[in-house]
Each structure stands twice: as structure tokens, then as C-alpha cells.
């Protein structure tokens, strides 16, 4: 396409937005309501995410040593555990590591064990990541079937059911944001079909001289991009004020950092673009389905 | 120019409305397609811009075979036809100027040539001194010539006009028939459906009657042959 065509489209398309006035606002507005709904729930989603993706990061296989086990078994087990697959990092641990955290772990009460550091009835470790933290569970069966394993440890009901839980949110708010999409492109593409049922007689004209379908379709192409981004200001604005507001308010209530929210820059800045990408996105969309059926004379 | 052969038209909902037409056209021919409502003139004039497709015939216009017409190539074809209705069928948001120069937007033309070329027709149609004007200040008959105007920016070889003096009184129908005489003076082959009496009697040129779907009579200088 020429530079001239596409200079006459965006001024065709700009011409439209404001010779439509209310269906402009009454789109742009449809748009604004889904991408608040679905900002606001990204930024939940994605926060969520992040702390199940830390929590779940902290889980770590523990394997006792057989305390019967030589140096190089003891090697020997390390090779073993190093060649399954989905085995991130195998760390040694020797038992007198082991008193240490353990004493460090309980606090004052701890002192009393330091008692057994003449005698340490603790036995050797190796702690283990699996690459992905779902795969814990089958690693430590596979590891506790191993020669000189005394026991494998690793928090077994509470990771199943953290990663449960996690599984169950993400698939349910993918499921809703999707959802919400769709929605918002349904109610728009409606809309802009009133715009371009307001406007058929203007597409029959120019069949009638000539117009090719893609030299019809791009002003409104344009159209429904610039609709959604318009109607993404807003939530925009919103995220960048509103997030700052929500990271503050949360930081003041968890002073000990529990709650550990994704830092404002960038992630507010990405939630925009993001939002501003669907907001495009759908106008298009919206505008491409509605004028489809037009072209068919 | 224009060759049909055979050509039917039946619509979906079973009417027929072209019964098995043959005809030629030739290049820089005016010709009247005359006949009573219903008779298939409307069908017969909507096939030449490709409004509708013959179910069965051929049909070639400017050399293409419509009937084998890709749908990807109308656009091409129909920047070769000028068309002109009854209802004018203009942009009311758009002056004068806009919407003559809309036809030749739509086919990329540069800028300079679409001022050019819309003055030009405009001065040829009589309405210089109107392009900033909306279609609405004008009168009919300056309506139809603005819809002349842009079906003949293009240079087309051919123009097709359907009825196109049908919402005009006498005196105007009079000056856009003097439009029309000079277009086709230039070369233009102009295929105009009408039930004016008066105009197809006084300005005597090629009759072609249609009446169920069939040419029921083809003359070179023919009357109209019908109570208006």
C-alpha cells in the first residue's frame, strides 16, 4: 500500500471517530469496562502467580544418608540422584551443616542441642530442586528407592496440596480472562456493526467505483484499533495510580514481607502495555468480523 | 463491447428474470433498454456493472468473460463502467468535490491528477462553482449531475445510467440528457434504462425492448412503443 493511501485511511478513520460521536464514546466505553475488569484481575492473577512461583520455588527435596555409608557411596549416590531427568541442583549437606540450621531453625529452645555438637547424632544430606517444583513429588520416589537413603523428606501434604491450589487458581483465571476477552470483543464488534450498518450505503459506493475489499476494510481497521486504544486509557491510568496505591497499602499491613508483590516498576508498565495490546487488539477484531458480512456485495 | 449470449437470470427465490438474451453493443453506441416494470431491465442492467451473475450464458464486456469473473478482479472491472442511479446514491456528508474525488481516491490516484481530473468534470457537468457545496443545497437535477460526474472521472469505456432522469422533472431531464449526449459524443458507450416517452422519442437512438425477460424488439432510431 502506497504511504499516501494509508495517510488517507488514518485521516478517514479519525474523521469516522468523531463524525460517530456517541458510538465512539458507547465503544471506546465497552472497552474501558473490560480491560478494568481485566487489568485489575491480571494484576491480582499475576501477583498470585508470583508468590505460588516463589513459595513453590522453596520447596526442596531433603535425602538423609545412610550414616552405614562410605565416601564413596556417598559419591557414588550424589551421580545417581545428578542423572534423573528434571533434577535441577544437588547440594551436599553434612551433618554437622545439618545441627547447625537445625539449631539456627529453632531459636532460643535451640541452645539445648547445641549439646550434641560433641556427639552429632545427625545424619549427612543432600538437597535436592527439581527443575520444575511440580516434579518434587516424583523425584523423591525415585530417590528414596536409592542404596544409602535413609529417608526422603520434602513437606509431602502440604506441597500437594500448595500445588493443588495453585493449578486450580491459575486454570481458573485464565478460564475468566478469557472469558472477559471475548466478551468485551463480542459487545464491540456489536457495536461497531450499528457504526457500519450506519454506514453501508458509503460501502456500496465505493464497490460501485471500484474499491477493492482491503481498501474498504482498512479505515475501519484502524478504526477499531484506535477505539481500543482509546477506550484503554482509562484503565490504564487506573493500573498506574491504583497499583502504586495497592503496593503502599500492602506493604504498610505486612511489614514482616510475607505478602511479596511484583515490584511497580516494571510490572505496572508491562500491565499497561499489556492492556493496551488487548484493547487494540479487540477493536480490531470487533471491526473485522462486523465488516466482513458488508463486503459480500 | 458489450456480447451476450443466451444469458438467463434466475434468482434464488425462483423468479426468473432474463429468459435467454442475446445482444450486441457496440463501442461509443447510446442505447435505451425500455419495457415495462418487471420486464428484467433492472436485472439486464445490474449484470453490466456486476451486480448480479448470469445463471447460464456468457457475457463479455470490455473483453472480459463476467461469466468466469474472479471475484478478487471486480473491483478492476468496475473501475472500467460508470454507473448512475435514480436516487443519485451520493454521500451526504461530503461536498461536491469529496464526492466526486472519492471515485478516484478508492483506485489510488495521486492528488494532483484527482484535482485535476474532478475540476475537469466538474466543468464539463456544469457545477464548478458548486464543488464545495453538500449535496443537500442542490437541486435534483444538480444532484444527478454531480453522480454523472463521478461516474465518468474514471474515463470509463462505458456508462450505465438506471433511470436516471425518473426523479427529475421534464426541464432537468432535458439538461441531463444534453450531459449525456455529450459524453457519449466523446466516445463513451452509454446504456440507459428509462420510461421516459418523451425523451426516447425526441432524442431517437438505438431501442432495445425487454418484456419477460426477452429483447422483444431491437432498433437503431426506435420509438419508445409503450403508453407512458
Redesign the interface.
Known amino acids: 500500500m502506497?504511504a499516501?493511501?494509508l495517510k488517507?485511511h488514518l485521516r478517514e478513520s479519525i474523521k469516522n471517530l468523531f463524525?460517530n460521536g456517541w458510538m465512539t464514546v458507547a465503544s471506546a466505553g465497552a472497552v474501558t469496562v473490560t480491560l478494568v475488569l481485566v487489568g485489575a484481575f491480571l494484576a491480582i492473577m499475576l501477583n498470585l502467580n508470583h508468590m505460588a512461583t516463589k513459595i513453590e520455588d522453596d520447596v526442596v527435596i531433603k535425602a538423609m544418608i545412610d550414616t552405614t555409608a562410605d565416601d564413596e557411596q556417598i559419591k557414588t549416590l550424589k551421580e545417581e540422584i545428578e542423572d534423573l531427568q528434571k533434577v535441577d541442583t544437588v547440594i551436599f549437606s553434612s551433618k554437622d551443616e545439618e545441627l547447625k540450621s537445625l539449631i539456627e531453625g529453632m531459636g532460643e529452645s535451640g541452645e539445648s542441642w547445641e549439646l550434641f555438637e560433641q556427639e552429632n547424632p545427625l545424619s549427612h544430606a543432600y538437597i535436592i530442586r527439581a527443575i520444575d517444583p511440580q516434579d518434587t513429588e516424583i523425584i523423591a520416589d525415585q530417590i528414596s528407592a536409592f542404596n544409602h537413603v535413609e529417608e526422603v523428606s520434602y513437606g509431602q501434604e502440604v506441597v500437594r496440596n500448595l500445588f493443588t491450589f495453585n493449578n486450580y487458581a491459575r486454570t481458573i483465571g485464565f478460564v475468566l480472562i478469557v472469558g472477559l476477552v471475548l466478551t468485551a470483543a463480542f459487545l464491540i464488534s456489536n457495536t461497531i456493526k450499528l457504526t457500519i450498518m450506519a454506514r453501508s450505503?458509503?460501502i456500496?459506493?465505493?464497490?460501485?467505483?471500484?474499491?477493492?475489499?482491503g481498501?474498504i476494510r482498512w479505515p475501519f481497521f484502524i478504526e477499531g484499533m484506535l477505539l481500543g486504544v482509546l477506550g484503554s486509557i482509562i484503565p490504564i491510568v487506573g493500573i498506574l495510580t491504583g497499583y502504586k496505591f495497592f503496593e503502599n497499602s500492602i506493604s504498610e499491613i505486612s511489614a514482616i514481607g510475607f505478602v511479596d508483590l511484583l515490584q511497580y516498576n516494571p510490572f505496572a508498565w508491562q500491565l499497561s502495555f499489556i492492556i493496551l495490546g488487548i484493547g487494540a487488539l479487540i477493536g480490531i477484531w470487533g471491526s473485522v468480523m462486523s465488516v466482513r458480512k458488508f463486503l459480500k456485495? | 463491447m458489450i456480447i451476450m449470449k443466451d444469458v438467463y437470470k434466475t434468482y434464488p427465490n425462483g423468479v426468473t428474470a432474463l429468459n435467454g438474451i442475446s445482444v450486441d453493443i457496440n463501442q461509443g453506441e447510446f442505447v435505451y433498454i425500455v419495457g415495462p416494470s418487471g420486464a428484467g431491465k433492472s436485472t439486464f442492467v445490474k449484470l453490466m456493472?456486476r451486480?448480479v451473475e448470469p445463471t447460464r450464458g456468457q457475457l463479455m464486456i470490455n473483453n472480459m468473460d463476467l461469466s468466469d469473473l474472479k471475484e478478487?478482479n471486480v473491483?478492476?472491472?468496475?473501475?472500467e463502467i460508470g454507473?448512475i442511479f435514480q436516487d443519485f446514491?451520493l454521500?451526504s456528508?461530503l461536498s461536491v468535490y469529496e464526492n466526486i474525488a472519492?471515485?478516484l481516491?478508492?483506485?489510488?490516484e495521486?492528488?494532483k491528477n484527482i484535482r485535476k481530473r474532478v475540476m475537469d468534470v466538474l466543468d464539463l457537468v456544469g457545477l464548478k462553482n458548486k464543488a464545495r457545496f453538500l449535496p443537500d443545497e442542490l437541486s435534483g437535477g444538480e444532484q444527478q449531475r454531480v453522480s454523472i460526474a463521478?461516474a465518468i472521472v474514471?474515463h470509463p469505456k462505458i456508462v450505465i445510467a438506471d433511470e436516471p432522469t425518473g426523479n427529475l422533472d421534464p426541464e432537468t431531464s432535458w439538461e441531463i440528457m444534453k450531459v449525456f449526449e455529450e459524453i457519449n459524443a466523446r466516445g463513451t458507450t452509454i446504456l440507459m434504462a428509462t420510461h421516459s416517452k418523451e425523451i426516447v422519442n425526441s432524442i431517437k437512438k438505438r431501442v432495445i425492448a425487454i418484456e419477460d425477460g426477452l429483447i422483444v424488439r431491437d432498433q437503431h432510431r426506435g420509438e419508445y412503443g409503450y403508453e407512458s
Open positions: 502506497k499516501r493511501t488517507r463524525r450505503k458509503e456500496g459506493i465505493m464497490k460501485l467505483v471500484g474499491a477493492t475489499n481498501f456485495v | 456493472y451486480e478478487k473491483p478492476h472491472f468496475r473501475r454507473v446514491k454521500l456528508k472519492f471515485a481516491e478508492v483506485i489510488e495521486s492528488p463521478r474514471n
